[in-house]
């Protein structure tokens, strides 16, 4: 299985974990790679951001009227994983978008899904 985990640059704790959870996923087979994702500090520099329509009386819409702070770290989270669903039709290939703190327990060929 092809992954992607997300982390921030330049934060340690991330970078840590990033690191982390690369190395449990590689351990089980996977073909995992680090990607630097966006942040709450670099979104408006996107052109994603520039580009972005936002849908009227949305959650998001909301977060921009009353808390520019948390608007910026949602949208920096949409905005990331708009371009890994882009990755993923491109490259018309099943991966899996994984956050900086996850770590790999069993291979993929293996897994079952539990119902608990």
Known sequence: MIGQIVYVKNHKESEE????ALKS???FG???H???GLTWENVQDTPE???????????LLNF???????????LSCAINHVR??????KENKPMAFIEHDSIC??????HTWSTR
Do not use: G, P
Not at 17 to 20: C, I, R, T, W, Y
């Open 84 to 89: 890994f669903w882009t990755k993923v039709c």
């Open 17 to 20: 974990q990033a690191n982390q």
């Open 34 to 36: 680090l990607h630097e």
């Open 64 to 74: 921009e009227k009353e808390n520019k702070h948390k608007f910026l770290t949602k």
């Open 105 to 110: 327990t069993t291979s993929w060929d293996n």
């Open 49 to 59: 951001y520039k580009n972005y329509n936002i849908i009227e009386n949305s959650r």
């Open 30 to 32: 996977w073909d995992t």
């Open 25 to 27: 996923f590689k351990k």
